[in-house]
């Protein structure tokens, strides 16, 4: 009997992907480069081109999940690397991750209420009985709790952070609110680096007038950089590798039907 394999089409979590079996072309090569590098990065792809995909496997390596990245390229550098600097490999850091995918911004209070639902979430699981009452000084209070807390620095994790911002596109005063709310939360970012263990950043687009792109000037966009072209999506010799059975199969029964 012919064995099929389990496709990935519309999984965004490599948790999922990897322990349920689903094909997953290795990208974890640049996931443990970036990582280890310690540097704020932000990266521009279309919608549905697998950055959440991508920031999910950053999540689950500084979430110390070694029994997901077994057999991948991730886990060889790892090891590796634990070795040769003998430092303790699958360090867990404390996650800070926002998603802008989905929620409804087509108010200033829908974002606020947004943001500060995620910070709620944060406050509770760190401990945080703070008097800070706006988002960018509560966001800072749970940087500093988070990393206290638990001794390390901060991973920081926001995917489609533009969301907001491309729903308002065409109100201009709307838009404004918008930029000034996130341009105090991302600033945050620039402030509390010593507190910051990695910072990666997805969206569409970039808006150069919010904070992330004109105060957070030490981030380096890889969107256009040739070494990091593969990061996300499928190359043509992923496709015509990895997936070599199925394209197989397509063909066989575009014969059977000819």
């Not at 490599?14 to 322990?19: A, G, K, L, M, N």
């Not at 496997?57 to 979430?63: D, G, I, K, L």
């Not at 639902?117 to 709790?145: L, P």
């Amino acid at each position: 009997m012919e064995q099929i394999r389990k496709l990935p089409v519309g999984i965004q979590s490599f948790e999922r992907i990897r322990s349920e079996n689903y094909i997953y072309v290795d990208k974890t090569q640049f996931v443990y480069e970036l990582a280890n590098l310690s540097r704020p990065y932000f990266l521009s792809r279309p919608r549905r081109f697998g950055k959440s995909l991508l920031l999910s496997t950053f999540r689950a390596y500084f979430e110390g999940q070694k029994d997901l990245f077994h057999s991948l390229a991730l886990e060889k550098l790892e090891e590796k690397a634990s070795k040769e600097e003998n430092r303790e490999a699958w360090i867990k850091y404390p996650i800070l991750y926002v998603d802008f995918n989905t929620g409804d911004f087509s108010s200033f209070e829908k974002l606020e209420e947004t943001l500060s639902f995620r910070i709620s979430e944060w406050e509770k699981e760190y401990d945080v009985h703070s008097e800070a009452k706006t988002i960018a000084d509560r966001f800072s209070v749970v940087i500093k709790a988070a990393c206290k807390k638990t001794g390390r620095q901060v991973v920081v994790l926001v995917d489609e952070y533009d969301k907001p911002l491309l729903n308002v596109i065409d109100n201009v005063p709307l838009l404004d609110q918008f930029r000034a709310l996130l341009k105090s939360f991302y600033g945050i970012l620039k402030s509390y680096d010593r507190f910051l263990r990695f910072v990666f950043l997805t969206g569409v687009t970039r808006f150069d007038k919010v904070s992330i792109f004109s105060d957070l000037n030490n981030m380096i966009d890889i969107s256009m950089t040739e070494k990091y072209s593969a990061i996300c999506g499928y190359t043509q010799k992923e496709l015509e590798t990895v997936f070599e059975p199925e394209i197989a199969q397509l063909d066989q029964k575009k014969e059977d039907f000819s």
